[in-house]
């Protein structure tokens, strides 16, 4: 399974924002950007440099990418397929990432992290429709059912510890978290994709 293994606290300090890729940890003292607010590397500390249209654009896109947890083939695909829908290419691209199973179990609250509940799915943790799914990026459709498998060890005490820690299910989605099972009700818009992003810049760099 292909993924990014650089350490998480790095990629929040060059993007210069908390991605929470730590769950838990990155709401806490022990946050790695609140104890270095600087980019890492030799230069970290030093000046910065000149902030150009071609940089803007870059950050962005790593940000988003750094987000959803996908690699950068990954994520020039998504962009792909979100230009060949109809509509804003920058909104289709984000709305693609959010249907990824890793994500809609993590914006459900059965994971602390997408890096967490994407471990999860690729354990076997998860139905979609009665049907085991081990594939972190399997695209979510209205109608469909998520539930946890009840019977896998220790499962039931990571999703109570993950809800402590999740903010509120978005409204196009649904949770049960007593018996851990979760709907999608429909397609995410781009109001409910909480995420600091400006989806317009990526569409720009790759438009080039």
Not at 38 to 46: A, D, L, S, T
Not at 69 to 85: I, P, S, T
Not at 100 to 122: C, E, H, K, P, T
Not at 134 to 148: F, H, M
Request: net charge positive; hydrophobic share 30%; glycine share 8%.
């Amino acid at each position: 399974m292909a993924r990014d293994r650089s350490p998480q606290c790095k990629q929040c300090r060059r993007e210069g924002e908390k991605l929470l890729l730590k769950g838990e940890r990155c709401l806490t003292d022990k946050c790695g950007l609140d104890r270095r607010a600087y980019p890492p590397g030799e230069h970290g500390r030093g000046r910065r440099r000149k902030q150009s249209e071609y940089l803007t654009q870059l950050r962005e896109k790593q940000k988003a990418r750094r987000y959803y947890g996908v690699l950068e083939g990954q994520f020039r695909n998504y962009y792909e397929a979100a230009a060949r829908q109809p509509g804003v290419t920058g909104e289709n691209l984000l709305r693609l990432l959010e249907l990824r199973l890793d994500n809609v179990v993590y914006r459900l609250g059965f994971g602390a992290s997408r890096r967490q509940a994407r471990q999860l799915v690729r354990h076997g943790h998860f139905t979609v429709n009665g049907r085991k799914v081990n594939i972190p990026s399997y695209r979510v459709k209205t109608d469909d059912v998520i539930a946890a498998v009840l019977d896998s060890e220790g499962l039931k005490a990571v999703v109570e510890d993950a809800t402590d820690l999740t903010a509120s299910v978005p409204a196009w989605l649904q949770a049960d978290h007593d018996n851990m099972v979760g709907k999608v009700l429909r397609q995410p818009e781009r109001t409910d994709i909480d995420i600091p992003v400006q989806e317009s810049l990526i569409v720009e760099l790759y438009s080039k």
